[in-house]
């Protein structure tokens, strides 16, 4: 990697001040793309995307999108790939075409198509667009990876030609439900050009691009309102020269190029992820464990998984690539799959904080993902490299693994973080740990005092269980004060907040709210729980009478492994939920003997219970009381 990095830095120098002068607000993505996606380039027709899809579907793995790459386009036929862009599905590959999307359509798994801004000189339509001068450079060639390898460019500048393409566009907007478009590298083709000639005039390869990318992402938008969307590379490092491609403005789910399935492929993808959530682009992902192979470098399970989890935990879980064996995960072992379906479930589970953190970046250009490191304009890429480190959102902060070891040593940023697999670690910040992951693990912490929306429908991630489905999961660890801008689109939002007392804890909704189960972090059982301070809910005495009941409130584990928290579910309409503890009066100092707190604790013991948060002016005495007759001691 760091062969790179003078390079990068001299580029960046050159190339960052064109970023700048596009930079707008990232756009709103829509509430789907922060699904699962799934795709191939190995076969490419309709009978292999229905295997890949029900391969992750029967194993209870969840899909929200799939992408259909190329050569999904007619003419493909004795004569060649000839269709190169006309916009018309092959019903020789896709029999039925409308059917077979609607069908995917009724699963809720959303369709993309590949496309490029270009046609190819074999192309039926080429000979009329020549004629009408619809591309740029004087319809000169450029070299093209697809068909037969020889294409012009539209001429984004030219109304006509603009014309033109969107009327291509209508042949499957008119005819098929499909969302959007994976838009490839074509203008790259022109990085070479200090200006290409246009129907406007001179262009530079930048607004050329920003031209390509805008008219497909607005025309989409036009015909698919809140649906639509593009997929484009945004910082990629892929060829020999780095290339900014779609503009931040347009956007909505930026993917980092094609990696190899390699320790290093995974490294390019973490830097090329950095480097545009540092450019402040919102919604990021790449192709899991890689899009290309070595033909004599194996599959390596352990890179595959390692892959899928840093996938998991970045907006956009995409996998991909030019094999299967490379992708799917049953084709490795039982082992492979089950973990798989840990990390696509909890992906799936943080759609409403993703999508809450995309319109946060609509608003005020702060990214989703948050390197820890250089966030200067250019950035200084040595302060990432071989500790890759970032926030996703404000509660979490993941420490990607990104060679073959199951060890990583991690500095903590600001904050006080909980290990998401065992919530009695605590992490000050500031604070340095040598931690060890097995495959089934990933290095995830959670702030102390975050407040997690998700969408909750099964008991694979201990997050709920089949029961959650119709309601908003909040996982809420309590610390002093805390708040949460939930938004559910651009004009609503509700700031959720937890005070914790010395009585217990209050959570409040800025407006009425319904259909929710809170998991709250509470090591003491609860004396009651009740909502707008006059509805007592009712205590359950099993995880399984809480399921099956519409509200009341549960205190315990789910099962012997899992967590002991306070659940909470009700479905009137709340603004405040209050939740008294048993026996405040207990943890009163003037019950104890006691001494001077030693620097640095927080916890203290109360009939067996571990407190790991104590009332702000307690924390002057460190107390303990055993279960033996209550007896004091001094420490």
């Known amino acids: 990697m760091k062969k790179y990095l003078f390079f990068l830095i001299i ?18 993505s829509p509430k789907w793309i922060f699904e699962p996606w799934v795709w191939e380039d190995a076969i490419n027709n309709k009978d292999a995307t229905w295997n890949l899809i029900n391969g992750y579907l029967s194993r209870n793995i969840p899909v929200g999108a799939v992408i259909i790459d190329s050569p999904w386009e007619s003419p493909n036929d004795e004569l060649g790939d000839r269709g190169y862009n006309t916009f018309l599905i092959d019903q020789n590959k896709y029999y039925k075409p409308k059917a077979f999307i609607d069908s995917l359509n009724n699963k809720d ?19 009329y667009a020549d004629s009408n001068h619809y591309f740029v450079n004087n319809c000169a060639t450029t070299v093209f990876w697809k068909g037969n390898g020889i294409a012009s460019h539209i001429d984004f500048f030219n109304p006509s030609a603009v014309t033109f393409w969107k009327n291509l566009m209508n042949n499957v907007f008119d005819s098929l439900n499909v969302d959007g478009w994976k838009v490839d590298e074509s203008d790259y083709l022109l990085r070479g050009y200090n200006y290409i000639s246009t129907f406007a005039g001179d262009k530079t390869p930048t607004e050329y691009s920003k031209a390509y990318y805008t008219t497909i992402y607005n025309y989409t938008i036009e015909r698919r309102g809140n ?18 491609y779609a503009p931040l403005s347009v956007n909505t789910a930026g993917w980092v190029g094609d990696q190899n399935h390699s320790w290093d492929g995974l490294q390019h993808a973490l830097l090329n992820i950095f480097i ?18 070595e033909s004599d470098v194996p599959p390596n399970k352990t890179l595959f998984l390692r892959w899928t989890q840093f996938g998991s935990l970045v907006p956009i879980m995409e996998n991909g690539g030019t094999t299967n064996s490379y992708h799917q995960p049953w084709l490795f072992d039982e082992n492979a799959v089950q973990v798989y379906r840990y990390f696509a479930s909890l992906h799936h589970e943080l759609v409403p904080y993703l999508y809450s953190y995309n319109i946060l970046a609509h608003l005020t250009i702060t990214p989703i993902i948050r390197p820890i490191g250089s966030r200067g304009a250019p950035p200084d890429t040595n302060s990432w490299v071989g500790d890759w480190k970032y926030l996703l959102g404000d509660n979490f902060f993941v420490a990607p693994i990104y060679q073959e070891s199951n060890s990583r040593t991690i500095t903590f940023p600001a904050g006080s973080w909980i290990n998401y697999w065992n919530e009695s670690d605590i992490h000050e910040g500031g604070t340095t ?31 709920g269980s089949d029961s959650s489905k119709k309601y908003l999961t909040l996982l809420v660890y309590p610390n002093g004060t805390s708040s949460y801008q939930y938004y559910t689109d651009e004009s609503s939002s509700t700031e959720i907040k937890c005070l914790e007392s010395a009585n217990g804890f209050t959570i409040s909704f800025s407006k009425n709210t319904d259909s929710v189960i809170i998991r709250l972090k509470n090591n003491i059982e609860p004396e009651s729980v009740s909502l707008n301070g006059c509805i007592n809910l009712t205590q359950k005495y099993s995880f399984a009478d809480f399921e099956n009941s519409p509200s009341g409130w549960f205190h315990g584990k789910i099962s012997d492994e ?19 503890n048993n026996c405040p009066l207990d943890l009163h100092p003037n019950n104890y003997e006691t001494s001077f707190l030693n620097e640095g604790s927080k916890y203290y013991v109360d009939r067996a219970y571990t407190i790991t948060s104590m009332p702000n002016n307690y924390r002057n005495f460190n107390m303990i009381k055993t279960a033996n007759d209550d007896k004091k001691l001094s420490i």
Request: charged share 10%.
């Open 11 to 28: 580029f960046f120098f050159t190339s960052f001040k064109a970023i700048e002068s596009q930079t707008q607000y990232p756009p709103i």
């Open 109 to 127: 798994i959303h369709v993309l198509l590949w496309i490029t801004g270009l046609i190819t000189t074999d192309c039926p339509l080429y000979d």
């Open 227 to 244: 649906n639509g969307m593009i997929m484009a590379r945004p910082y990629c490092d892929q060829h020999p020269t780095p290339y900014w």
């Open 276 to 293: 545009s959530a540092n450019a402040g682009y919102a919604s990021l992902g790449f192709d899991i464990s890689g899009y290309t192979h």
């Open 433 to 463: 740990a040598a931690l060890n992951y097995p495959i089934e693990q990933y290095p995830i912490f959670i702030r102390s005092g975050a407040i997690i929306p998700m969408n909750v429908n099964n008991s694979f991630t201990a997050h």
């Open 562 to 580: 899992n967590n002991i928290y306070t659940w909470i579910k009700f479905s009137n309409l709340v603004d405040t939920i209050y939740v008294s």
